[in-house]
């Protein structure tokens, strides 16, 4: 938790940054001032993490202010904030460790809070990566090969079980505009979606982002549902999504995009903005083939080739392996399989009628068992490996889709 200060004599921008505060987690702000002058005196009775100096009311007060603090304080974090670049270059010179123009953006203010909060030693361990100096949620797209093969289900109970957790925070985006169905998989009732975002995006902070998430109070994942109205499914687009994943990733641990199977502009947004794409198939046929031609298509973008990871789901179900095995799909996608979801219908259906997450359903059975190591394989952690591949069978039409 980063305990913060504020000093700003204008009531609108101080009320504006401090409505901005309010709405993360991470975030406790300790006091806010409107004069400079009595500032140091507030801070001597509970000195904080960190200080915001707005400088632009009075900007000799502003730095006679960081200058005392400073002095006082030599190990406190000063923000400085002003319009003036010459002010901001006075502010570090004064004493003050971190600078930001105003008008401030929300992600930009997120962002350097984030990275005070790394540089203090404040942020959770383990949580998210590191991209350009500051601290980030690590963002998990699941990509289904075609329309059955549990990628959903993945991604609903990977979700649910990071969020069980409680050093992680978590939130699910259901991006299959206009059929997704998280919401049932946990028996959730969205009020407001990600259709509602994009109608208010010039308006959109973290306070309004969290009241359009629903959260699954057993496990403490939020929601941010697909448009409930199909004819609201081109409200939402790539410009939308990516200021509301910039927000969430700033805030959260772990971003769980589950994508429809359509490859939309939405889909390809999604993706670039993901750590990790787990791209779901079943050792059939369709599943495979599929496979095939979205590797060939990501790998367009060298970038996002080197993000995806093939995810065999319900290995061992005799209805969906047939005679194909582990290792001819290998040679067929040219891919290793990174992980490998073992069949377990009963608990994984029971559980979908019943609206619950695997953790809450079954958490001993080997799909959930399986979903709780692949959460820790993402995070770098070593777990144990798949079992090996089976037999290397090949039916005479799947040796026909290797020849091609």
């Known amino acids: 938790m980063l305990r913060i200060a504020i000093v ?8 504006t940054l401090r409505s901005q505060l309010l709405g993360v987690d991470s975030i406790w702000l300790e006091s806010e001032c409107a004069r400079y002058e009595f500032f140091v005196d507030v801070i001597a009775q509970s000195v904080p993490d960190l200080v915001i100096v707005v400088m632009d009311t009075d900007r000799t007060k502003a730095l006679s202010t960081i200058t005392s603090l400073a002095g006082s304080y030599p190990d406190l974090a000063i923000l ?4 003036d670049h010459q002010s901001l270059l006075q502010a570090l010179q004064r004493g003050a460790k971190y600078f930001l123009t105003q008008p401030t953006s929300l992600e930009d203010l997120l962002g350097m809070l984030r990275r005070a909060q790394v540089e203090l030693g404040l942020a959770a361990p383990g949580v998210g990566v590191s991209v350009g100096g500051q601290h980030h949620a690590q963002v998990i797209s699941f990509l289904g090969s075609r329309g059955g093969v549990g990628c959903t289900s993945l991604a609903v109970n990977l979700a649910a079980s990071l969020a069980s957790d409680p050093n992680n925070s978590v939130v699910l985006l259901d991006l299959d505009m206009a059929l997704g169905d998280a919401d049932i998989s946990l028996d959730l009732m969205p009020h407001h979606t990600l259709a509602d975002l994009a ?5 959109l902070d973290m306070n309004f982002l969290k009241r359009s998430m629903v959260r699954h109070e057993p496990t403490g994942l939020n929601l941010l549902s697909h448009p409930l109205q199909i004819n609201d499914v081109g409200v939402v687009n790539e410009e939308h999504l990516a200021r509301i994943l910039s927000l969430l990733r700033i805030s959260y641990s772990h971003l769980i995009l589950d994508l429809s199977k359509s490859l939309t502009p939405i889909d390809l947004a999604g993706l670039r903005h993901s750590d990790h794409v787990l791209l779901v198939g079943q050792l059939e046929l369709a599943s495979l083939r599929n496979v ?10 060298a970038e996002l080739a080197d993000r995806v990871r093939v995810v065999m789901n319900r290995v061992g179900s005799d209805y969906a392996e047939g ?7 290998e040679e067929t996608i040219g891919k290793p399989i990174f992980w490998q979801v073992p ?3 009963k608990a994984v259906r029971q559980a979908r ?16 068992q399986s979903v709780l190591a692949l959460a820790q394989a993402l995070n770098g952690k070593a777990v144990s490996a798949p079992p090996p591949a089976a037999n290397a069978g090949g039916s005479g039409l799947f040796r026909r889709l290797i020849g091609r």
């Open 8 to 15: 700003d004599p204008s009531d609108p921008t101080r009320e």
């Open 80 to 83: 400085a904030i002003s319009s």
């Open 199 to 203: 109608m208010n995006i010039e308006r």
């Open 292 to 301: 095939v031609r979205l590797l060939l298509a990501l790998s367009q973008e």
């Open 323 to 329: 005679d194909i095995s582990l290792k001819k799909a």
């Open 343 to 345: 069949n377990d219908s």
């Open 353 to 368: 009628v019943d609206g619950l997450a695997w953790i809450q359903a079954a958490p001993k059975c080997r799909a959930q």
